[in-house]
């Protein structure tokens, strides 16, 4: 299992742009699978969900061995308002923000910790109804009024896209993303800084690049298929 892993990720990394930052997507996975994907290369650890990094990061903490650097926690599912507090303390990065009255919990929750929280803003490119993450068309209205948010940096983009075996069906949602992740750039806003672009999963992280990702979110293609569907 380990060694499996450990390829995944050095032939993953050995083909990434070095500018692309990969966060392995931990979902369903134990800390022994998310240790051996650090002893390998990975900087960055995406969860989905807060307990789940609890959990994982008291597991690790409980080990003394620490060869590798600590790693980058990052939220990538969507975050509960009454999750925010706990949210604050556990990450490095939250991927998920999608309205002015969470940023505004996660505010106060970083400020009583004296913490200023790197954010990306999720942009439902797909304008599903049942998916969360900002409208492309009323994005920047809302990223003016979060971005008055003092403990909060965003930092740029993250999207998911619909669901597709195809890869190439997602790439105009990954093109829409960029272009408004472009548009961001084009008009500076204080507080909003766009350095991150976080799209691309196991089947699609080439045609994210390809259209402009500097950020993949990998789990399948590092850790192998997963056993129960998420
Ligand atoms: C599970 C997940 C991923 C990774 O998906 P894989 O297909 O396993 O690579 C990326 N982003 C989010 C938000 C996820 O939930």
């Given at each position: 299992m380990k060694?499996?892993?450990?390829q995944n990720v050095r032939s993953l990394l050995s083909r990434l742009p070095p500018d692309v930052l990969l966060v392995a997507a931990a979902k369903t996975r134990s800390s022994d699978e998310v240790r051996a994907a650090l002893d390998a290369g990975i900087r960055a650890v995406g969860h989905n969900y807060v307990q789940e990094a609890e959990a994982m990061q008291a597991a690790f903490g409980q080990q003394e061995i620490r060869k590798t650097p600590r790693p980058r926690w990052h939220l990538i599912g969507h975050l509960q308002r009454n999750k925010a507090k706990m949210a604050a303390g556990l990450f490095d990065m939250i991927?998920?923000?999608?309205?002015?009255?969470l940023a505004e919990a996660l505010d106060r929750h970083c400020a009583d910790i004296g913490k200023v929280?790197?954010?990306?803003?999720?942009?439902?490119?797909?304008?599903?109804?049942?998916?969360?993450?900002?409208?492309?068309?009323m994005a920047e209205p809302v990223v003016r009024e979060m971005a008055r948010c003092e403990n909060l940096r965003i930092q740029g983009l993250m999207t998911m896209g619909p669901r597709s075996g195809d890869p190439e069906e997602a790439r105009p949602y990954f093109r829409l993303t960029k272009s408004l992740f472009d548009e961001f750039l084009s008009k500076p806003i204080e507080n909003v800084e766009m350095k991150y672009l976080s799209m691309g999963m196991s089947n699609s992280y080439r045609v994210a690049i390809q259209e402009g990702a500097n950020t993949v979110r990998i789990g399948t293609a590092l850790f192998g298929p997963r056993s129960e569907t998420s």
């Open positions: 060694d499996t892993i450990a991927e998920t923000l999608d309205s002015v009255r929280m790197p954010v990306l803003i999720e942009i439902n490119s797909g304008r599903e109804s049942n998916k969360t993450g900002l409208d492309p068309d």
